[in-house]
Every structure is written in C-alpha cells, then in structure tokens.
C-alpha cells in the first residue's frame, strides 16, 4: 500500500500509519509542491489544510489524483463542490471530507463579527483614528435571534456560543435533529420565517444544486432592516448581484463574507468598498490546531479503510 501524506501534517500521523498499516508506503507532498518520492501508484491521499493553500501543491495533488491506482482521498474541508471530487467519485475513488473538524475555529470566526456589528468595532476604531472621544450606545445579545441556515457541525457549535451570550438560536434542517442549543428547528421551507426573525443570519449550508443561490432576492426581502448576513458556506449559495443591490440600497444592516462567488475576488466588484460589508479570504476555517484535528479523522478513516469498512464522512454525490 502506497499513501501519500501533506507534509504538515505528516509528522503527526507517520507512526500511526505504520501502526494501523504495517509495511505501507509513505510518500510526503511539500509546500513547493514537491514530492520526497515517486507519487506514482499512490492508493491512498491525505489532501492536508496546508496543500490546499498554495497553487504548486494544489497543482502536484491535482496531477496524483490522476493516477489510475488511486483508491481513497481524505479531503481538507467540509465542502466537496470543486469539480475534482466529482471527477474521483465517477472514477471509483472513495473520498472522505473534513466536516466537523473546522467547526471551532468557524464558530468563534462567527461570533467574532456578531460582536464587530453588535459592539460597534468599525465606528470605535473610526473614532481613535480621528481623536474623536464620543460615547456610543452599542447594542446587546442578550434575547436577540441567531438564525443558522444548515444545521450541522459548524452550525451546532455556533448555536453553543450564542447560548452563551443568551441569544435565541433558530435553525433550518433538512432531516430532524436534536440540539440543546437550538430553540426552534425548522424545514428549509420555513426559511423565510427564520429570516423574519433573525438579527443574524449565518449561512453553513453545502453548495449543490438545490442551494446554489438559495439566498436570493425574495430571501434578502425577507430579513429584517437590522439584520445581518453572515456567509461561512460558500459564495454560489447567495445571489451576490442582488446582495450587492440590499447593501448598497441599505436594506439591511451589513454582511459580513468569508466567501464570495469568485475567489479571488475581482477587483472591481463593489463589495471592497461598500461600507456595511466586511470581507475575509476564506480563511476563517484556519486554525493552528487544524492539522491535528485532520490527523485524528484520516486516522479513524484509515482503521475503517483497512478493515473495508464505510468511512467516516465519506461522500457519495458531489454533484452541484
């Protein structure tokens, strides 16, 4: 067995890859997109957080996962949009994403910028550039409504948080579910009556063919003039045209984006300088504890390969 490993997080795993597969052998993908062996009849993957950042990685794996003996890739990240995943599902190879193991970090990146809007950040650090010494009336959590669309990983440890400061949580779900923090879950067709409700409204649903824009003109009518929209999911699942036309029409109170249609974003879209929005570069998954979260699911994942058993978040349809 052949199995290759990204280099940051290969020395976490090596002597547990020996362990659960005696014999195997290990190949690493370094950050300039080289290879400490020959990548050819690799079998098993690890696509580590860190390949996933720099194009000459990003190119390497794209060229290995074309190797015909390829049997199993354990993906960075939850989403599994990308063409290449579909491309190996119709191949035959078994592919495993990364959910769950990003929900932290996103939960806190979320509640980050419910406090930027909610404790009024910008227009304090506005008023220290200008000297400016003026008291502002900034807002509280407490009893206001946090709508999660998509509640899985990401959105469960975001419902936890916003318990903490006392917030309500509502929740859109596709299947039932139980979830302490949540105090009403609902079907997506009641989606309209999340964002009636919701001062915040935070985006953690899967990019398909069912979602893409599913936050589109009448859904953006729908929210409240005080709300805000938070996306962590991905950019295809809002209509950014007719976000663009709420913001700048300031029909509701902001967004804030760690994802966009287009990444990188053009340099000419107009959500860089629009006042009530805040942009990140996708990267609010980031954490330094990530490649030991990865190790600890490709290790389980490589227990249940070798026994021929189902793997933990393997997909079966990456189909947009």
Avoid at 46 to 51: A, D, I, K, R, T
């Amino acid at each position: 067995m052949k199995i290759c490993l990204g280099s940051d997080v290969a020395d976490v795993v090596a002597a547990d890859v020996e362990r659960i597969a005696p014999g195997a052998e290990i190949l690493r993908l370094g950050p300039d997109g080289g290879f400490d062996g020959d990548p050819a009849g690799v079998e098993i993957f690890l696509f580590s957080v860190g390949l996933s950042v720099a194009r000459e990685t990003l190119i390497a794996a794209g060229k290995m996962m074309g190797d015909p003996a390829l049997r199993w890739v354990q993906g960075p990240g939850a989403g599994v949009d990308h063409p290449i995943w579909s491309q190996l599902l119709e191949r035959g190879v078994r592919v495993s994403s990364a959910a769950g193991i990003h929900a932290e970090p996103i939960a806190q990146y979320i509640f980050t910028y419910v406090l930027h809007w909610e404790r009024e950040v910008a227009r304090h650090l506005a008023q220290q550039a200008s000297r400016t010494w003026d008291v502002i009336a900034s807002d509280d959590l407490t009893r206001k409504t946090l709508g999660i669309v998509g509640l899985g990983g990401i959105g469960s440890a975001a419902a936890r948080v916003a318990k903490a400061f006392g917030m309500r949580v509502i929740a859109t779900r596709r299947s039932a579910a139980s979830d302490a923090n949540v105090d009403l879950l609902v079907p997506p067709d009641r989606l309209h009556e999340l964002l009636g409700e919701a001062h915040y409204v935070v985006l953690c649903l899967p990019l398909t063919s069912e979602t893409r824009h599913r936050i589109g003109a009448s859904e953006l009518a729908a929210m409240r003039e005080d709300a805000v929209l938070i996306n962590v999911a991905r950019g295809g699942v809002v209509d950014e045209p007719a976000l663009i036309r709420v913001l700048e029409e300031r029909r509701i109170r902001g967004a804030t984006l760690d994802v966009v249609s287009q990444e990188p974003l053009p340099a000419d879209s107009p959500l860089w300088t629009l006042p009530n929005c805040v942009l990140t570069p996708h990267d609010a998954g980031y954490s330094p504890r990530a490649d030991e979260r990865l190790a600890v699911l490709f290790l389980e994942n490589l227990e249940r390969f070798v026994r021929g058993d189902g793997l933990r978040n393997e997909v079966t349809d990456a189909s947009l």
